[in-house]
């Protein structure tokens, strides 16, 4: 699945949601978040985001690899 991480904390710039094709981005108080089973790693939402807040799980830099785990717990 894709991962949303830090830079888009207190952007919330939100031109990935319009581009997701199952809609699953969705926004949480403080960032966007992409729900990873529902995720159909198209790629689409990543080019979008302004401050490259979007990375595929596989390619999340070392220092945000929190996130991976920040983006699945929102959707329990
Ligand atoms: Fe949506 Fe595609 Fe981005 Fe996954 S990779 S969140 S399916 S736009
Ligand atoms: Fe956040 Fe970038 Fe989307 S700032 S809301 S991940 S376009």
Request: with cysteine.
């Amino acid at each position: 699945a894709y991962v949303i991480t830090s830079p888009c904390i207190g952007v919330k710039d939100a031109s990935c949601v319009e581009e997701c094709p199952v809609d699953c981005i969705h926004e949480g108080e403080d960032q966007y978040y992409i729900d990873p089973d529902t995720c159909i790693d198209c790629g689409a939402c990543e080019p979008v985001c302004p401050v490259e807040a979007i990375f595929a799980e596989e390619f999340v830099p070392e220092e945000e690899q929190e996130f991976i785990q920040k983006n699945a717990d929102f959707f329990k």
